[in-house]
């Protein structure tokens, strides 16, 4: 190759580098645009002998016009039950909280004003593993703060406390967007601006999770809105998906199960037979191809009622019966 065609060649491979860039911005760019609106910087605050003092720090997400919070539990937990929430134009409006769910790290908030702009929420699980997804939040008390990068991984658990009780988190999404203190609460977004999960904790340098914004979690945001709280079910198990093996795919036409990766001690999983590794592929007549069709059975109206499940354990099928409890916090 000739020194003019190197060249050549060397100016078109930076020319479509600086393309790329330039797109990458644009979509990072239009998505702050358009959802740091929405986001809030929360200060909490608890009363102390001298009158409010600050017990705390994180983001929140409007959901309403009409005043309505997104926010991790962990962030407004605890005897303070208000604050102050800050919007990127300048607003400060005081807020209470509405109703808390440990269990999913999400919290409903109230705050004291209309007008505000609310977030579009997305769908987790259409997510992929290398798709951009760009974190929005209030890191160390910087409003409106944005960081960029990728979806690293998909199908996490998070363990999640609620007095004595642990449940598992499950999908949680796992970037490499940066996080830090004061971005729980916060949003992560796609590159359509839409929030597919609320950022909940940092895993490691590198490494953040989100709670999914999924078919689940809608259901537990509606209900802390209209209840204040959530009751539901459980078995006592932690789980993730697993893909079937070929011969379990062409008896039940599926690609897809969830494995139990771990059983609680004295829970109903374990009373049932459960075991780790197995595969469940159907409970209570419904197919089960993620952990969200678990979840979605787990409801009060599930609470005390046999559900037939079946299973694949090594190479055996098998008929179970769990009796869900009332999941006490």
Same mark, same amino acid.
């Given at each position: ?104 790290? %999400? =919290? *409903? ?7 505000? +702009?609310?977030? #579009? /929420?997305?769908?987790?699980? &259409?997510? @992929? ?79 953040? %999770? =989100? *709670? ?7 259901? +537990?945001?509606? #209900? /802390?809105?209209?209840?204040? &709280?959530? @009751? ?79 299973? %694949? ?13 009332? /999941?006490?916090?």
């Amino acid at each position: 190759m000739s020194t003019t065609a190197e060249q050549q060649h060397e100016n078109e491979a930076e020319r479509r580098e600086a393309e790329a860039l330039d797109a990458y911005s644009r979509v990072v760019v239009d998505v702050a645009e358009r959802v740091a609106p929405s986001v809030a910087n929360l200060r909490v605050m608890r009363r102390g002998r001298s009158g409010q003092v600050p017990a705390g720090a994180g983001s929140a997400v409007a959901l309403t016009p009409d005043g309505f919070l997104l926010t991790s539990a962990h962030v407004v937990a605890g005897p303070a039950r208000g604050g102050r929430a800050t919007f990127v134009d300048g607003r400060e409006l005081s807020w209470r909280v509405v109703g808390v769910d440990r269990l999913t790290d %999400l =919290a *409903v908030l109230r705050a004291d004003g209309d007008g505000l +702009i609310p977030a #579009t /929420l997305g769908e987790a699980e &259409r997510l @992929r593993v290398g798709q951009l997804v760009v974190a929005i939040g209030n890191p160390n008390g910087f409003a409106g703060s944005v960081t960029a990068g990728v979806v690293s991984a998909l199908g996490r658990s998070l363990p999640a406390r609620a007095g004595r009780t642990v449940r598992h988190i499950d999908n949680v999404i796992q970037t490499d967007a940066a996080l830090n203190p004061g971005n729980s609460g916060g949003a992560l977004v796609d590159s359509s601006a839409r929030v597919i999960g609320i950022n909940t904790a940092v895993a490691g340098v590198g490494l953040g %999770l =989100a *709670v999914p914004i999924n078919t689940a979690t809608r259901q +537990i945001v509606g #209900t /802390l809105m209209r209840d204040g &709280r959530v @009751r539901r079910a459980w078995i006592g198990v932690a789980a993730g998906p697993r893909p079937l093996p070929p011969h379990a795919r062409a008896r039940v036409g599926r690609d897809a199960g969830v494995e139990v990766v771990d059983v609680s001690q004295g829970s109903p999983a374990q009373r049932a037979g459960l075991r780790g590794e197995d595969l469940i592929v159907e409970m209570g007549g419904q197919a089960i191809e993620r952990v969200d069709d678990v979840q979605r059975l787990m409801t009060q109206d599930a609470i005390g009622r046999p559900m037939a499940i079946r299973i %694949l354990r090594g190479d055996r099928w098998l008929d179970l019966e769990v009796s869900p409890i009332e /999941l006490m916090e």
